[in-house]
């Protein structure tokens, strides 16, 4: 089983940046599909980034298309979120989450980490 941390929350002004990261311990990280994932209080969780173990391809939620960034590092076990020109409406508690499917992450199987707040002022 693997264990996930995430940090790199924070408070930034809009159009400003963050990266987060997601550092693994428990397992080889490189054997799981990760996914980032975000929850804004009052709003259902909702899918932002995957990368896919299989493929080493990524996928993104259409309200981060060409802003956000996922990426990891085998080596550090770890996979970061580069948030580029962040809006107030990004403002969320971010998860990762990573599963063993090759391809997808399963919201009901993944392990989860404890999340990080990224707020975003206008």
């Known amino acids: 089983q693997v264990q996930l941390v995430e940090s790199g929350g924070g408070l930034v002004q809009a159009g400003g940046s963050l990266r987060l990261s997601c550092a693994a311990s428990?397992?080889?990280?490189?054997?799981?599909?990760v996914g980032w994932f975000r929850q804004a209080p009052g709003k259902e969780r909702e899918f932002v980034a995957i990368?896919?173990?299989?493929?080493?391809?990524?996928y993104y939620g259409e309200s981060v298309k060409g802003r956000f960034t996922i990426s990891r590092d085998n080596a550090k076990n770890t996979v970061y979120l580069q948030m580029n020109s962040l809006k107030p409406e990004d403002t969320a508690v971010y998860y990762c989450?990573?599963?063993?499917?090759?391809?997808?992450?399963?919201?009901?199987?993944?392990?989860w980490g404890q999340g990080t707040q990224v707020t975003v002022s206008s």
């Open positions: 989450a990573a599963d063993d499917h090759p391809m997808v992450v399963r919201p009901g199987v993944a392990t």
């Open positions: 990368l896919r173990r299989s493929e080493g391809t990524t």
């Open positions: 428990g397992r080889t990280f490189s054997r799981y599909t």
